[in-house]
């Protein structure tokens, strides 16, 4: 059930977004709302159908929560993002800003945690009665497995976090030519993408890092493994990657956002993209078969 309400919803963000280039004016900044509102719903529903309410109630406390927090503090005080308003064409606003902005920090923030937890181990399962827990370990062996584990941690936090700040230099250059908000002061910037401070993409790194290093402790331990169940959630990152380096050299007419964005989110990108296609060809399910199962969860698979 799961993975089918979470390809039912990615089949209709696609479409959603395959039609954007398609339209102009009100028309586009509506289908904009809605494709936010579906993003965000695709991965709060994945989370709550895969891994129960915890999880959900983490993610939207620390993404959408976290998100009109900052938001709010940023376009108050210019800190951290930088000095900027928003127009009226994205929905009502609260404390100035339009509310789809929190939903979208969460849209991305889920499916770039769990591409880090794949590639940093995650699918790995912890088998019940293993010799760690059949013996007592050596001062040496748990010194190692400390070590590794915070190794571990760091490397995610890392992933996940240039895995959605990344995402900014598709989304910002775009949002700023269709007028939906604007900086009071733009520089420096970065080569090609005029009309955006640097400072506005070193606040995405910084809240991310702060989003992601939360939901860990916040969702528990159900946020560290992935299996088959999370596939939509690949489909959907590796969607907004490839697709928006077409749309933005291709449809948009943004051929440097396309370059940064390629590079930036290629981090977490790649490597998830070949980490599937090798699991995919050796037949690895993602260690699901020898996943316990987790009560009140799995009966949603």
């Given at each position: 059930m799961t993975r089918r309400?979470?390809?039912?919803?990615?089949g209709v963000l696609v479409l959603a977004q395959i039609c954007y280039p398609l339209t102009t004016g009100d028309t586009r900044a509506g289908l904009t709302v809605?494709?936010?509102?579906?993003g965000w719903l695709l991965s709060v529903g994945h989370a709550l159908l895969?891994?129960?309410?915890?999880v959900a109630a983490a993610l939207v406390a620390v993404a959408t929560g976290g998100g009109f927090a900052i938001e709010a503090i940023g376009v108050a005080t210019g800190v951290p993002f930088g000095s900027y308003d928003y127009s009226g064409e994205l929905g009502p606003k609260l404390a100035g800003v339009p509310l789809i902005i929190p939903l979208a920090w969460t849209w991305m923030a889920w499916p770039a945690w769990l591409a880090a937890v794949r590639l940093t181990g995650g699918n790995t399962p912890t088998a019940a009665g293993s010799t760690s827990e059949a013996s007592a370990p050596t001062a040496t062996a748990s010194a190692a497995t400390t070590g590794s584990t915070v190794g571990r941690w760091v490397g995610r936090i890392a992933l996940a976090t240039v895995g959605l700040a990344a995402w900014d230099l598709f989304l910002d250059p775009q949002m700023v030519a269709?007028?939906?908000w604007v900086w009071r002061n733009a520089t420096p910037a970065l080569p090609g993408l005029a009309g955006i401070p640097v400072s506005n993409y070193l606040g995405w790194l910084l809240f991310a890092v702060l989003m992601m290093s939360a939901l860990r402790?916040?969702?528990g331990p159900a946020a560290?493994?992935?299996?088959?169940?999370?596939?939509?959630?690949?489909a959907l990152y590796l969607w907004t990657y490839?697709?928006?380096i077409l749309a933005h050299a291709v449809f948009l007419d943004l051929p440097a956002s396309a370059l940064w964005g390629a590079a930036g989110m290629a981090v977490t990108a790649v490597p998830l993209a070949v980490t599937l296609l090798r699991a995919r060809r050796a037949g690895d399910a993602y260690g699901d078969d020898h996943q316990p199962a987790r009560t009140g969860?799995?009966?949603?698979?």
């Open positions: 309400i979470s390809w039912t919803l990615l809605a494709t936010v509102v579906l895969s891994r129960g309410p915890r269709e007028g939906y402790p916040l969702a560290e493994r992935t299996d088959q169940r999370d596939h939509p959630m690949f490839f697709s928006s969860v799995d009966a949603t698979r």
